[in-house]
């Protein structure tokens, strides 16, 4: 047997990297397994970070004290905030990565982590004693013993491959499989079923016509996704590319259908309906005659380029042939084909919020092994895992989030409420309470919960503090300012906007749709002056502003009704309640609440088919 730890990591993908630093960061002593150390924080799929409702979820690990926003700003080659024609409630930070430096990056934060150890190997078994983790045991026949495990597999649980008719045992191409834990946990009594995703081809940039494409390139202002003061725009800044199918494309992917694994009966997971492979689009959508696709570079210094939006299990011919039918990549060269893998997900219905299993003491799961898709999902979970892992071990409160404070929020609660019957893959529609999780004030939202558990470093703390402070003098400073007709209607009617008819508080014209703090500076020297004291953030601290002023109606109505419901969450249901036997509750009732054990009222209340009448009958149950 070899050294005792306190926390075992099995995995080394996004959220397997969150889980060890973080549980090593709060003081643990934790061990990280991978099989291949030199695939750390692999991006499996595109070399993106973010995008809607997913830049949220880096925000806010970032806000956490997380990694994944420093090493993507650190490794970017392309920033783009989308949304931005919609609210601030929309905005999504979203950066292209280059692949090669993020998984550096990602190794080097961990080499220099305090209390975590690496070890290169494959976790064959579990030790379970009495419903109780107790450690690991390698492909090696090495033993690790520790009172908690995270599981963070990913894809490798009993992964298997699709090239068209050919079937490849691993968990990522080239890469094998995990097998064992699945039929271990399976028979300790956790649910298990089979997942199924896909990747495009990758191919070789010299062989594009990218001046037949249409550009899109990245953005250079203040935004990126640390709050801390890190720098971005460190690499070579690169465009991505956008082009579409067209029917010809089509013509063959419909042709080739029966060797699709999709639709010949090969695969009979459950795939991503969000996500989903080009032959699926064609299908779904036999009226679009094109699809729209996008050419993502894979680092600064290689021809390497993704094709979102072209998932595919197809044959390699089929997949060549269909691409070479867009003009735009007509002399196409693919460097490896798309192709899809099936793997086995544990039912999260059967986990705690703090992601421990319900089954299986000290045990905890995160990431794609829940049935969640998505880097940012997985690192979010990870984060969560690896932070109540230490609060289990050293006796302190759980550490989770509810869904009007965070996006990881809302995550876990669908997980453990809802379940999956697909691939779970986070939207801004799936919060009921948006404009609170908005991406510019994940830090408000966070930092300090996460500077009381010992996560977030004072300097993070302070940086907040400053910033705070910065903005509530500014916009104290825009409520009090008067404004005379005489002094500003000159300059208001030089830009064509409407003249005061009487004298005005300043925040009365910024609140204006068409006026912003940065036009009215232009105007009004002495906000000019306030602004230029701002000694750091000027361009976030002015935003932050900005949004507080704008949409301080639409905020304090939405937190007055999230403070509403919140009473719910704080009723919490006696552990030892039969369902079965209450039969005041209906049927549906009884069986899913049986099933998912809700923790609190407002638990129950989101469970699907879970009527206002058995809610009632709950408060009854609950003396209220």
């Known amino acids: 047997m070899m050294d ?104 080097q934060e961990l080499d220099k982590q305090d209390n975590l150890d690496i070890w290169q190997d494959t976790v064959t078994r579990l030790i379970i004693t009495h419903n109780k983790i107790q450690g690991v045991v390698t492909s090696l026949g090495v033993e690790f013993r520790a009172p908690a495990v995270i599981l963070t597999a990913g894809t490798f649980m009993g992964g298997l491959m699709h090239f068209g008719d050919l079937q490849v045992r691993g968990g990522r191409i080239s890469e094998p499989a995990t097998y064992g834990i699945t039929e271990q946990l399976k028979e300790a009594g956790i649910r298990t079923d089979r997942m199924k995703t896909g990747t495009p081809p990758r191919v070789d940039g010299r062989s594009l016509h990218f001046n037949e494409m249409t550009e899109q390139p990245g953005e250079y202002d203040f935004h990126k996704f640390s709050y801390l003061n890190t720098p971005s725009h460190q690499l070579k800044q690169l465009s991505c590319y956008t082009l579409y199918t067209n029917q010809a494309c089509h013509e063959v992917l419909r042709k080739a259908l029966d060797r699709s694994p999709l639709y010949n009966g090969q695969i009979q997971s459950i795939g991503p309906r969000y996500c989903p492979s080009i032959e699926t689009k064609i299908v779904t959508f036999a009226d679009k005659d094109k699809h729209q696709l996008f050419l993502e570079p894979e680092g600064e210094n290689t021809n390497e380029y993704y094709i979102n939006g072209f998932s595919s299990s197809l044959p390699l011919d089929v997949q060549l042939e269909a691409l070479r039918m867009i003009p735009e990549l007509r002399d196409v060269k693919i460097y490896r084909p798309g192709y899809a893998i099936e793997y086995d997900f544990f039912d999260p219905t059967q986990l705690h919020h703090t992601l421990e299993s319900k089954v299986i003491d000290g045990l905890f799961l995160a990431g794609q092994v829940n ?37 990881i929020g809302v995550l876990i609660d669908d997980l453990v409420t809802k379940g999956v019957d697909e691939p779970y893959r ?68 030089e830009r064509d906007l409407v003249p005061l008819r009487q004298g005005v508080k300043l925040v009365e014209l910024i609140l204006r749709p068409q006026l912003t703090i940065r036009m009215a500076a232009d105007m009004v020297a002495a906000l000019r002056d306030m602004i230029q004291s701002i000694p750091n953030r000027q361009d976030e601290i002015i935003e ?37 036997e209450i039969n005041s509750l209906s049927t549906e009732a009884r069986q899913k609440l049986a099933k998912v054990r809700p923790s609190t009222i407002g638990q129950a209340s989101r469970i699907p088919g879970i009527s206002p009448h058995d809610i009632s009958v709950l408060l009854v149950i609950c003396g209220r």
């Open 4 to 107: 005792k730890y306190e926390v075992i990591v099995i995995g080394a993908g996004h959220a397997g990297c969150e889980a060890a630093a973080a549980a090593a960061r709060l003081g643990t002593k934790t061990l990280l397994i991978t099989p291949d150390m030199n695939k750390i924080a692999q991006m499996s799929c595109n070399p993106a970070v973010g995008g809607i409702a997913k830049g949220q979820i880096v925000r806010e690990i970032d806000a956490l004290g997380g990694r994944m926003g420093i090493i993507t700003d650190a490794t970017a080659i392309q920033f783009r905030m989308l949304n931005r024609s919609k609210g601030p409630a929309m905005w999504s930070p979203r950066a292209q990565s280059d692949r090669m430096r993020f998984m550096e990056a990602w190794r």
């Open 371 to 407: 049935g969640t898709t998505g880097y940012e999902e997985a690192a979010g979970q990870g984060l969560i895992a690896g932070i109540n892992a230490h609060c289990k071990l050293n006796d302190k409160a759980p550490f989770t989030l509810s869904r009007d404070e965070a996006y």
């Open 544 to 580: 932050a502003t900005e949004i507080l002023i704008k949409y301080q109606g639409y905020i304090e109505r939405e937190r007055q009704m999230a403070d509403k419901l919140s009473r719910l969450e704080h009723v919490y249901i006696p552990k030892h309640i039969v369902y079965e």
């Open 426 to 493: 986070m939207f801004t529609s799936r919060a009921e309470y948006r404009i609170l999780l908005r991406q510019d004030d994940a830090d408000v939202r966070l930092t300090p919960r996460a500077y009381e558990i010992g996560l977030a470093t004072q300097e993070r703390y302070d940086w907040l503090q400053e910033k705070l402070f910065w903005r509530d003098k500014l916009a104290n400073f825009i409520r009090d300012y008067s404004l005379r007709p005489a002094i500003i209607n000159p300059m208001l009617e």
